[in-house]
């Protein structure tokens, strides 16, 4: 009988110490749902007012709206990209968060459509056709997939992932500044871009830290 009541007495902490640990771990969350309303790209041109297109966050079938938090440092009268994030907390304080890019645009661009695709060129390597889709996004202002033309894609064989996407504006001089670009690398720089209407040629230097290089991309016959 010693030895039982012994055991006995060993075992009643064990299984008090496993019910007090495994209390209250089982729950249900609602993850909330955040959704942005209108486009994910945002032009506005520089000094004029900044118009949110909107968002809905749902949080187990509730409006929540009103909690969404807006960041992001948007400067209106400053030429550049912006990103707003937008963050929403349910009510256990996990997170959601959704993003837009707004472009801020200088006056007085160019009316000139460089949508197209384009032959890409490095300096010093071969040519690659259909190396860069541009397409626009209002007067002046344009995105592309590719400011590398090509190069890291096709010449050097990285695949797709490894693009310049670039938007950028087209200025009424035919000269190009980038507002914000991205690789895998991180952004570029995008130097002395300009457009010959003549020829339907973009040229352009792309650098990164002390490193850089010439790009010319020609438009393709459609």
């Known amino acids: 009988m010693k030895k039982i009541f012994f055991l006995s007495l060993l075992v009643l902490p064990f299984l008090f110490s496993c019910e007090k640990e495994t209390e209250g771990v089982s729950r249900t969350t609602f993850f909330a749902e955040l959704t942005l309303t209108g486009p994910g790209v945002v032009v506005m041109p520089v000094n004029s007012t900044y118009v949110e297109p909107g968002y809905v966050a749902i949080e187990n079938e509730v409006d929540v709206s009103a909690n969404v938090q807006v960041t992001g440092g948007l400067n209106t009268s400053e030429v550049g990209a912006y990103e707003l994030t937008y963050t929403v907390l349910n009510a256990d304080g996990f997170p959601k968060t959704a993003s837009r890019l707004v472009l801020v645009v200088p006056a007085n661009l160019s009316s000139a459509d460089l949508t197209g695709t384009f032959t890409g060129q490095r300096t010093g390597a071969a040519a690659v056709p259909s190396a860069c889709n541009i397409n626009k996004l209002a007067d002046g202002v344009f995105f592309a997939d590719d400011l590398f033309g090509g190069y890291y894609n096709k010449v050097a064989g990285y695949g797709l992932a490894y693009r310049l996407k670039t938007y950028f504006v087209l200025n009424s001089d035919n000269t190009i500044i980038a507002l914000w670009s991205d ?36 438009k393709e016959l459609e």
Do not use: A, D, M
């Not at 209407?197 to 020609?218: A, D, E, M, W, Y």
């Open 183 to 218: 690789s895998p690398w991180g952004p570029w720089e995008v130097l002395n871009g300009v457009y010959n209407p003549t020829t339907n040629v973009i040229t352009h230097t792309v650098k990164q830290g002390t490193f850089s290089f010439g790009v010319t991309l020609t």
